[in-house]
Every structure is written in structure tokens, then in C-alpha cells.
Antibody, heavy 116, light 108 residues
Framework: EVQLVESGGGLVQPGGSLRLSCAAS????????MTWVRQAPGKGLEWVAN????????YYVDSVRGRFTISRDNARNSVYLQLNSLRAEETAVYYC?????????WGQGTLVTVSS | SYELTQPPSVSVSPGQTARITCSGD??????AYWYQQKSGQAPVLVIY???KRPSGIPERFSGSSSGTMATLTISGAQVEDEADYYC???????????FGTGTKVTVL
């Protein structure tokens, strides 16, 4: 059974940083692109970033490029999202997902709250 | 940046047909995908590659695409189909992914 479990969310001040983690199981992790998607409270889904199976290619939505970094560790079956210079409007549930493509299996998400 | 546009809401009576549209300039050359999201839950893929249905998704869900518009159809909508629905695709480069603006479907 495919499982994705996010962690690392929490309360952070504007301008602060967080590192999100996503632990994968139930499939051959090193064969799949992985994706992060976020959803602000009461708002729609927003694709944030994805990463190639070997980590050699990474893509970001324009609004986070230069501040967020996606990475992966295939030995640990994990994907990460480093969030820097966070803004209040980036308060959201952050989901990791496996790309079939498209994103076909999702975690339950981790909440990031950016507030002073 | 690339955008996919959906109607904010669609309402139908149980047993009727609901149609949700998704408009985007790259859709003539890129697949559309559809997700269902119920309150407090992660999204679930209901249609992939414009019109294919993943295993376990009821046959009443179907998809089509023509020109710059993709459509999700729920034939004989059930009360349990009440949810937010999002289309998903890529821009012409294939590297920038995007979700549609989302459509709230009400069945009552």
C-alpha cells in the first residue's frame, strides 16, 4: 500500500524558515517524480514544486523560486521542502504527492502557519 | 503565468448530470486531469489523460477535452459527489504545473 506521511509543519514568524519532510513507502520511491502542493485555508490547490527521480531536475512555481528548495534522499525514501523567507500568505496545508504522472497518491498534509 | 479557469460553482439535483469546464490555452496539446476534494481530505484523482478513469472511480465520472476546454461530467450525480473539483495540467513547456481555480459542486 502506497503511503506518504508529511511532517515538519508548525508556527513560524514572517521571514522565518521551516523544513518539511515526506516519508514514502509501498512503492519504488527512486522511480518516481515527487511533488509538493499547498492549499491555503478556504482556498484552492496550488502546485509548488517537483523533483525528478534522481534529483537532477527541479521545478518551482514562480512565487517561491529562490526561497523554497525541494530535495530528496532516495536511500531514505524521503522528499523534503525547505521553506525560507516565509510570508503570511503562505499559511497553508502542504501536501506531498507521488507523480504517476499526474499526482496520484497524496499524503494527508502538514499545516504551516506564518504569523507573528 | 499559466492559468486554468473553472466556474466557481455548479448545482444539480440528485440523479441529474453535472458538467464542470476547465479552460486553458495549452489544453489542445496537454492532457487534463481532474481531482475531487471533500472537506478536510486530500484530493483524489478521478480522471487522467483527459478521459481515463482510475480503478475504483465510479463510471458516472467521465472526462473529455476539445480545443482549449476540458470537461468533467458526473452523470446521475449522487449526494456523496458533493465536493470541490479541480482540473490540473501543464503549460506549453510541460514544466510548470497548474491547478484550475476549482468548482464547488452541490447536489441537493
Amino acid at each position: 500500500e502506497v503511503q506518504l506521511v508529511e511532517s515538519g509543519g508548525g508556527l513560524v514568524q514572517p521571514g522565518g524558515s521551516l523544513r518539511l519532510s515526506c516519508a514514502a513507502s509501498g512503492f519504488t520511491f527512486s522511480n518516481y517524480w515527487m511533488t509538493w502542493v499547498r492549499q491555503a485555508p478556504g482556498k484552492g490547490l496550488e502546485w509548488v514544486a517537483n523533483i525528478k527521480p534522481d534529483g537532477s531536475e527541479k521545478y518551482y512555481v514562480d512565487s517561491v523560486r529562490g526561497r523554497f528548495t525541494i530535495s530528496r534522499d532516495n536511500a531514505r525514501n524521503s522528499v523534503y521542502l525547505q521553506l525560507n523567507s516565509l510570508r503570511a500568505e503562505e499559511t497553508a496545508v502542504y501536501y506531498c504527492a507521488r507523480e504517476g504522472p499526474p499526482p496520484d497518491y497524496w499524503g494527508q498534509g502538514t499545516l504551516v502557519t506564518v504569523s507573528s | 503565468s499559466y492559468e486554468l479557469t473553472q466556474p466557481p460553482s455548479v448545482s444539480v439535483s440528485p440523479g441529474q448530470t453535472a458538467r464542470i469546464t476547465c479552460s486553458g490555452d495549452a489544453l489542445p496539446k496537454k492532457y487534463a486531469y481532474w481531482y475531487q476534494q471533500k472537506s478536510g481530505q486530500a484530493p483524489v484523482l478521478v480522471i487522467y489523460d483527459d478521459s481515463k478513469r482510475p480503478s475504483g472511480i465510479p463510471e458516472r465520472f467521465s472526462g473529455s477535452s476539445s480545443g482549449t476546454m476540458a470537461t468533467l461530467t458526473i452523470s446521475g450525480a449522487q449526494v456523496e459527489d458533493e465536493a470541490d473539483y479541480y482540473c490540473y495540467s501543464t503549460d506549453s513547456s510541460g514544466y510548470q504545473k497548474v491547478f484550475g481555480t476549482g468548482t464547488k459542486v452541490t447536489v441537493l
